[in-house]
């Protein structure tokens, strides 16, 4: 079947495999129909010789059984010489070809001459044909009764023949059509009515069995192609594994190297991004007497503002390192949700009046505390509000929300009036320095770092990072935490009970441990 290039499109690879796939695969049918004896691949050709020789040896005693009922019965009407050398003829073609599909299935797969053996049997199945056109159109002792008997036993010939031979469709000509043409001859020189039906029926019964041979034989040949091209498939499934296994560990290998080479550079990175900060603050501030210039104020207060925003980068950079190595441990304590939150506002709040942008809090007082990584915590919720500033535009409004969740977790919700991200920008947002449309237009453009650490530090706490987005209406992300971070504060002792054993589950010590912080908190 071809490939169009309107069904594909010429710059998708998988049009472009499935292309290379149809081609190679037209150009090694036509190789191998020019290679072979019978207009397939010399692969079906070997296979089909092989069905043939099975066919003919899982058969062996049914013919062998038919050869001496046939040779018994003619006895009666061509006497016992005639009957018995026809018998023993007949076995000894049965016995030669039997050997022969022998022989053939002992070769290995690669050496068998396919022309040669399939001219032997076709050669052996002819003798075979013209045998029983001896015995059955033989005229000594030739009555009425014996007629029908060997139109009958014609029948049974044909038959037999047909699917025994459906593999190689010329052989099934050869042991068939002596004993047909010559019983319809037969019949068809009599003269009578009766006769010209018989040989009618006896060609009729030739084609029948011919197209059931012929249908016998495709259906063969298309179980055959199903499993060269299931073979085909499993091969390149197997190929595009191997492939992919070693494009993964070629992946794994430069993750970790590149893992490695942040830590052994953090110290470095950060060490002189550390003097340039304190001597730009110097310099900035005018510590040690004004500038002669005011532009060297204004220069060294640009030096420190850029160096704050590299070690920022470097900063988001080496935690995003450690997240995807696993090496990334959280520092668990008693959180309270709400005062993080507030924190957090209060340390953006100037950012955002700069910008015209009004900040509402709702939060749900009174909580439980959470037990989690306030550092993890703090950095989400920093994360998400600079984010909601920077893309919101003059004038706009952020809403801070934390409460419970349905299933008794709590949630932080940071919502903003942006221009919002259109749905299929989502995934490319979330992903390590991806970056939206919208984020590459703004002014005040990030590495796209942000989202991604947020959303890692929320599944290390085994919660749910959700960001929901509508183009001109906003953007707004949910993040909970699992209920059985929530730290539930344990009812007093009405008096002294037993000492409380160490519990064997370490899951119980945990909850038991942070039940007694909070409650001692």
Not at 384 to 401: C, D, H, R, V, Y
């Amino acid at each position: 079947m071809s490939v169009s290039n309107e069904q594909i499109p010429p710059t998708s690879e998988h049009g472009v495999a499935k292309r290379r796939r149809a081609a190679s695969q037209r150009v090694r049918e036509a190789r191998d129909r020019l290679t072979s004896t019978t207009g397939t691949r010399p692969a079906f050709d070997y296979e089909l010789l092989r069905q043939f020789a099975q066919n003919r040896l899982s058969a062996s005693l049914v013919i062998l059984l038919l050869v001496g009922t046939v040779g018994f019965l003619s006895s009666l009407w061509t006497g016992p010489v005639i009957a018995g050398t026809w018998t023993a003829a007949v076995l000894m073609i049965h016995a030669v070809i039997v050997t022969k599909c022998r022989q053939f299935l002992a070769e290995p797969a690669s050496s068998p001459h396919l022309r040669s053996w399939r001219l032997r049997f076709i050669m052996l199945d002819l003798f075979f044909g013209l045998a029983w056109m001896f015995i059955l159109t033989n005229p000594v002792g030739l009555d009425e009764g014996s007629s029908s008997f060997m139109l009958f036993v014609m029948l049974l010939v044909i038959a037999v023949s047909s699917m025994l031979a459906s593999s190689v469709p010329i052989a099934v000509f050869a042991a068939t059509m002596p004993v047909t043409l010559a019983i319809a001859l037969d019949y068809a020189l009599r003269g009578t009515l009766r006769d010209y039906v018989l040989a009618t029926m006896a060609l009729t019964a030739q084609a029948y069995f011919s197209l059931l041979a012929y249908r016998l034989y495709s259906s063969t040949l298309a179980t055959l192609e199903a499993h060269a091209e299931k073979d085909a498939l499993i091969g390149e499934l197997e190929q595009s594994k191997a492939i992919s296994d070693e494009a993964r560990g070629r992946a794994e290998s430069a993750n970790i190297s590149k893992s490695r080479f942040l830590a052994q550079m953090s110290h470095e990175l950060r060490t002189p991004l550390n003097a340039i900060l304190g001597f730009s603050e110097v310099m900035k501030s005018e510590i040690f007497g004004p500038h002669h210039v005011p532009a060297y104020k204004e220069y060294a207060a640009d030096i420190h503002n850029s160096g704050v925003h590299l070690l920022n980068l470097i900063n988001e950079i080496l935690d995003l390192s450690r997240i995807e190595a696993g090496r990334y441990e959280l520092n668990e304590e008693p959180v309270t949700l709400v005062h993080v939150a507030e924190e957090c506002r209060h340390l953006l709040q100037m950012r955002a009046k700069n910008r015209g942008i009004t900040v509402h809090e709702m939060y749900e007082h009174e909580m439980p505390r959470l037990w989690a990584d306030e550092r993890a915590i703090r950095q989400i919720f920093l994360n998400l509000l600079s984010n909601a500033i920077k893309f919101t535009p003059q004038g706009g409004e952020i809403w801070i929300k934390v409460g419970w969740t349905a299933s008794g977790g709590q949630y932080l919700s940071v919502k903003d009036t942006g221009p919002g991200i259109p749905e299929e920008e989502i995934p490319i947002v979330l992903a390590s320095f991806g970056q939206g449309s919208n984020s590459i237009k703004s002014a005040e453009q990030g590495a796209g770092l942000g989202l991604p650490i947020a959303k890692s530090l929320v599944d290390l706490h085994g919660g749910t990072f959700t960001l929901k987005s509508k183009l001109r209406i906003g953007t707004e992300v949910v993040v909970t935490f699992p209920p059985e971070r929530v730290m539930a504060a344990l009812a007093p002792l009405s008096e002294p009970g037993p000492s409380i054993q160490p519990s064997a589950d370490p899951g119980e010590r945990l909850k038991t441990r942070k039940r007694a912080l909070f409650s001692i908190n």
